[in-house]
């Protein structure tokens, strides 16, 4: 069962447009929703993070937007650019035990975005 | 420099030959996992630990195993390998606790190919 789930699944932009990343959730015990940003050959990096008590968090030109109501949340790259293209994951973590240590990051499927120049 | 190191960066092998995949952190983290990536998949967790002698299966772990005997070590071990097992592999880890478990740092990555 996908806990988060990510779309679309590829993306493509004009530069200078704005790319929109959806991602939606089922379970009110995740506590961050984070986004990570792949390059192709690398790792995926943390690029910016939000709680679900916060509605909008924004970090240069990407802002994330949690509605909590309706277990969704968002990526905003404002002012695309073709530097920005790479691969894009939706995530949520939880942790099983309050004031424990034990919890696990469950991650989407991933948007591969394209900037064209 | 704080880094996740994964060797070997490429591998390619044949059905059922023993390989291990190690993994290593400087960074001091409790937590440490693998996943694998595979296209329209993502990243799907395989196992994690959450400190020395502490592991957990993840979302696939069959063919797998995993062992935490240092903390800044935990290698992925393939005991036979099958070509379902042809995937992108990453190592990562994180500071755990509520606040922390989200952000996890990422090897580069190793390539296997099982034939």
């Known amino acids: 069962q996908q806990q988060v789930k990510q779309s679309p699944q590829s993306l493509i932009v004009q530069k200078g447009g704005i790319s929109i990343i959806n991602c939606a959730y089922e379970n009110t015990a995740f506590d961050y929703f984070p986004w990570y940003q792949q390059f192709p050959g690398k790792g995926p990096a943390l690029l910016i993070a939000i709680r679900p008590d916060v509605s909008e968090k924004k970090e240069g030109r990407f802002t994330i937007s949690f509605n909590k109501s309706a277990k969704q949340f968002s990526l905003h790259i404002m002012d695309s650019q073709p530097g920005d293209s790479a691969t894009y994951f939706c995530a949520a973590s939880i942790v099983f035990d309050r004031g424990s240590t034990l919890g696990r990051l469950y991650f989407g499927r991933g948007t591969q975005l394209t900037v064209w120049p | 420099e704080a880094q996740v190191t994964q060797n070997p960066r490429y591998l390619i092998t044949v059905t059922g030959k023993k390989l291990t995949v190690t993994c290593s952190q400087n960074?001091?983290?409790?937590?440490m996992s693998w996943y694998r990536q595979d296209p329209g998949l993502g990243l799907r967790q395989i196992y994690y630990?959450?400190?020395?002698?502490?592991?957990d299966k993840g979302d696939v772990p069959e063919g797998y195993k995993v062992s935490r005997k240092e903390k800044r070590n935990f290698p992925l071990i393939l005991e036979s390998p099958s070509p379902n097992q042809t995937s992108l592999y990453f190592c990562?880890?994180?500071?755990?606790?509520?606040?922390?478990?989200?952000?996890?740092?990422f090897g580069p990555g190793t390539r296997l190919t099982v034939t």
């Open positions: 990562a880890s994180s500071l755990s606790g509520q606040r922390l478990l989200y952000e996890q740092y």
């Open positions: 960074m001091n983290h409790e937590y």
């Open positions: 630990s959450m400190n020395v002698e502490v592991t």
